[in-house]
């Protein structure tokens, strides 16, 4: 599954790190959500393909985020 993270709009809940930090964490320099690396599309830390076990825990991050940031598809 293909995630986007509309980073411009987080702000900085923690909720999808803190649902799903296999695959979300908090950058330290601008304090938005990112990919962690193991999982991103190149290099862009908004960009990442979820593995078929993460799909669950993505998939609730992106329903409870409350900006409405996080895409899959
Ligand atoms: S849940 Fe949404 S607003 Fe909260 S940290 Fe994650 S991306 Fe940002």
Same mark, same amino acid.
């Given at each position: 599954?293909?995630?986007?993270?509309?980073?411009?709009?987080?702000?900085?809940? +923690?909720?999808?790190?803190?649902?799903?930090?296999?695959?979300?964490?908090?950058?330290? /320099?601008?304090?938005?959500? @990112? =990919? %962690?690396?193991?999982?991103?599309?190149?290099?862009?830390?908004?960009? +990442?393909?979820?593995?078929?076990?993460?799909?669950?825990?993505?998939?609730?991050?992106? /329903?409870?985020?409350?900006? @409405? =940031? %996080?895409?899959?598809?």
């Amino acid at each position: 599954m293909n995630v986007t993270i509309d980073r411009s709009g987080c702000v900085s809940c +923690g909720t999808c790190w803190e649902t799903c930090p296999a695959f979300f964490e908090q950058n330290p /320099d601008d304090s938005f959500s @990112q =990919v %962690i690396e193991h999982y991103r599309m190149g290099k862009n830390p908004a960009e +990442g393909s979820a593995p078929p076990e993460l799909d669950p825990c993505v998939t609730e991050s992106a /329903d409870l985020c409350p900006a @409405q =940031v %996080i895409r899959c598809e």
